[in-house]
């Protein structure tokens, strides 16, 4: 038997793993305990089917609503967070099931510990990995409580993290999907622009090309040469494709060309990225912090586009800008912009906000834009409470601990 063997180890190195979760446990530290947790899966419609280039290639059907996950956490001390994920086309009932099962786990824990119950979260369901809906289902919980952390102190969460800026610029992106005919695209950006937005971003990726290029000089044309002006393929483009469509695009002078090729082809972007002028934008579809450090390894981006709800939260996402700062690149959340302009005035390089008002009718709050910039309000936490409309389109519940 060779001395390396369990038999002969010393009892106190067996003993470790009983003194790890001994030191888990809570001590005089903590502050407060998770009293309850309420989820609510939440189906929003949307006023007109959404199209864009993964539809009109054949990938998926037109979109008409949008499943979300909000978690409501509630402390011994009074003090309450809410959080929220979402997903699009499927994975809704998918995320909420997967949170009914982990959430039990939480009561009784120190909310304000939440790396800590980001990992117990993740311990909880572990079978199913550390990316995708697992970890979707936990960013709700993670991000009710970075917004309980911040209304306990009673600060905006940028203001809470340390921010750089109380306002982002930002941009549209809701009026210039596929579905959308050209001249209502124009209608749709100049009224973004009257609003405060102050830049347009349009979708493209058709099988026929030529069809992007004519909208595209349309609205640069629309727009003229000074307003930001950007492209999103939604992935839908080879790599020959992409580079052709990108030597196009450079003349247009296009603040950046968005998921120009499948989102997980780090390689490919990264060539883009070297022998194009304009900026290579991506990563919305990516599902966990490991993925994006795949893709800035390659050196695939200019400007990274992680979501919080879809890597896990804000936890995450932090972890996230971290690195990407450290490789100097421009910052554009996707999607969420009640969850992201929080993360975006925290980020040291002047970043972008994607702005949708889809989510407007969840929310009894909404955000201030003007200027070209949406900003920081002075209300603690997120800054949101869930309307009654949301109540209404609430389709199931579950509730644990009192
Ligand atoms: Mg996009």
Do not use: C
């Amino acid at each position: 038997m060779s001395n390396n063997s369990l038999a002969s180890r010393p009892t106190s190195a067996l003993a470790a793993p009983d003194a790890a979760i001994k030191a888990l446990a809570a001590g005089a530290a903590t502050l407060d305990r998770i009293e309850s947790v309420k989820l609510s899966s939440i189906t929003l419609p949307l006023k007109n089917p959404i199209s864009d280039a993964k539809v009109l290639t054949g990938r998926q059907k037109p979109m008409t609503e949008v499943a979300f996950l909000f978690a409501e956490i509630r402390t011994e001390q009074g003090h309450e967070g809410i959080g929220f994920s979402y997903s699009k086309r499927a994975g809704g009932p998918a995320q909420f099931a997967h949170a009914k099962e982990i959430a039990p786990v939480l009561i009784g824990e120190d909310p304000n510990d939440i790396a800590k119950i980001w990992t117990k979260l993740v311990w909880a369901g572990a079978s199913v990995g550390r990316s995708g809906v697992a970890t979707q289902a936990i960013a709700a919980v993670d991000i009710a409580l970075w917004d309980l952390k911040a209304k306990r102190a009673g600060l905006p969460i940028a203001k809470l993290l340390g921010s750089h800026r109380d306002s982002v610029q930002t941009y549209n992106t809701s009026g210039g999907f596929l579905h959308t005919p050209i001249e209502q695209v124009l209608e749709n950006a100049s009224a973004s622009l009257a609003s405060g937005i102050g830049g347009i971003k349009i979708k493209v990726g058709q099988p026929d090309w030529k069809q992007d290029i004519a909208r595209l000089e349309k609205v640069r044309e629309h727009l003229g040469d000074e307003v930001p002006l950007m492209v999103d393929a939604n992935q839908q483009w080879d790599r020959p494709t992409a580079m052709r469509m990108g030597r196009i695009f450079d003349k247009f002078n296009l603040i950046w060309i968005e998921e120009p090729l499948d989102a997980y082809d780090a390689e490919g972007h990264a060539h883009l990225a070297r022998s194009l002028d304009t900026s290579i934008a991506t990563g919305e579809m990516l599902a966990s912090v490991g993925e994006h450090v795949r893709l800035i390894e390659a050196g695939a981006v200019d400007i990274i586009q992680p979501d919080a709800p879809r890597i896990g939260g804000i936890t995450q996402f932090l972890k996230l800008a971290t690195l990407a700062e450290q490789k100097h690149l421009q910052l554009a959340p996707h999607f969420a912009m009640e969850i992201h302009l929080h993360l975006a005035a925290v980020y040291p390089y002047e970043p972008w906000v994607e702005h949708f008002d889809w989510l407007d009718p969840l929310f009894n709050e909404h955000l201030e834009i003007r200027d070209g910039r949406m900003h920081l309000s002075d209300r603690p936490g997120l800054g949101f409470t869930l309307s009654d409309q949301a109540r209404a389109w609430t389709v199931g519940t579950a509730e644990f601990g009192k």
